[in-house]
């Protein structure tokens, strides 16, 4: 048995269905679900399935570090949080942010070069007005850590140490890290260390081997170790399969399954 809501992201398997299709194969399968962009989604036609959402992007304009960025990412996050009530019917997905915006393909609108002290500064104000935000509205926002050396670089506070020395400033239960750890291998390694020493901060696990961004058993990262670590750490919440299938994707979301089943 698993001591975890697992999930698997509907962007990246099945992928030659249309997404209510991917939505419902992964519900009948008994995995709650994860999307991307809302804006691109027919929110009603995914909140019939009946499927539990776990996860969805919590923005789609805005940055942390920038006055007016803030401001639009504020505004963007109320236009999720209102969004997020069409799939709501099970539990409400959190949702989701990076440390700037990215575009379609995953870069930074805004690369930055260096971090600045400033930029922490600002960067943590912003996200006291978002966890007062989902406080008032009682969702939960997760802050995503990303890699810069394969996927996303440029991205400000992409390693899991700073998504975790940013919530953990903000201090609020309605930010909380979305520690992906296909990122973190890239990034940082050491992930049982990792999740131990930020397990009470995580609203959310993503997982993904390496290399390759496929199911957990396609690349170097011993997934069963990983879960055994998660649940004697305590942790007992979402954990996300944001991979693709290296082949057949029943077999992919089952290898995920088995992988995090202790």
Not at 151 to 180: C, E, I, K, Y
């Amino acid at each position: 048995m698993s001591g975890f809501t697992l999930a698997v992201c509907a962007e990246m398997v099945f992928r030659d269905l249309p997404l209510p299709d991917r939505v419902r194969t992964l519900h009948d399968a008994g995995f709650a679900v994860e999307i991307w962009d809302w804006t691109t989604k027919d929110l009603s036609a995914l909140g019939a399935t009946g499927a539990r959402f776990t996860s969805m992007t919590g923005y789609v304009d805005g940055e942390l570090v920038d006055p007016d960025g803030a401001d639009r990412l504020l505004a963007s996050a109320e236009r999720s949080i209102a969004a997020a009530e069409a799939l709501s019917g099970q539990g409400r997905p959190n949702l989701n942010l990076h440390g700037t915006g990215l575009d379609g393909r995953g870069l930074p609108v805004r690369p930055v070069v260096e971090v600045t002290g400033a930029m922490w500064l600002a960067a943590q104000r912003t996200l006291v007005r978002i966890a007062e935000l989902g406080e008032r509205h009682d969702v939960v926002f997760t802050l995503e850590n990303l890699n810069v050396a394969v996927d996303h670089p440029g991205t400000p506070f992409a390693s899991a140490a700073d998504t975790r020395a940013l919530v953990a400033a903000v201090a609020s239960p309605h930010l909380r890290m979305n520690l992906d750890l296909y990122h973190a291998q890239i990034g940082e390694g050491n992930l049982v260390e990792l999740l131990r020493g930020c397990v009470d901060l995580i609203g959310e696990v993503q997982v993904a081997d390496v290399p390759g961004r496929c199911e957990p058993g396609t690349g170097e990262i011993n997934y069963p170790v990983v879960a055994a670590a998660l649940a004697g750490a305590g942790y007992r919440g979402r954990v996300g399969m944001e991979a693709f299938a290296s082949g057949d994707s029943r077999a992919a979301v089952e290898a995920f399954r088995n992988s995090f089943t202790l």
